[in-house]
């Protein structure tokens, strides 16, 4: 199973969701976040910027249509996301958590998570 945390409205198009980094940091540059948020926030992405393998994005000609998936055995990467599902949830913004067993044509992948390209779109 993999797993992607998205904010947007219903729409099942991935498309028009947005991830949640992109969020944060829009909320963080905007002034959006109370102090103690903020501090969590840089918690949060340095462990991340810390542990996470990079997919090599900026070497691929990947389409627009790419999207990253954790891998459900992710655990401590996910409960990462959901301190920031937390924060964005504090500042009035939900959040989706999309579920799928078939995320479209891998393109890259390690241990913790997947890119992927989608033809379709997902629920």
Avoid: C, H
Wanted: charged share 25%.
């Amino acid at each position: 199973m993999y797993l992607r945390f998205v904010v947007g409205n219903d729409s099942t198009s991935l498309q028009k969701q947005f991830g949640l980094f992109s969020e944060v940091e829009d909320l963080r540059y905007n002034g959006g976040l109370e102090d103690y948020q903020r501090r969590l926030v840089k918690e949060i992405f340095n462990y991340f910027n810390s542990n996470l393998p990079v997919p090599p994005y900026s070497s691929k000609k990947w389409s627009t249509n790419t999207f990253a998936w954790f891998k459900d055995s992710a655990q401590d990467y996910i409960n990462k996301m959901w301190e920031l599902v937390a924060i964005l949830e504090q500042n009035d913004i939900s959040v989706r958590i999309l579920k799928t067993d078939k995320p479209g044509m891998i393109l890259y992948e390690d241990e913790y998570q997947v890119v992927a390209q989608s033809g379709k779109t997902l629920i």
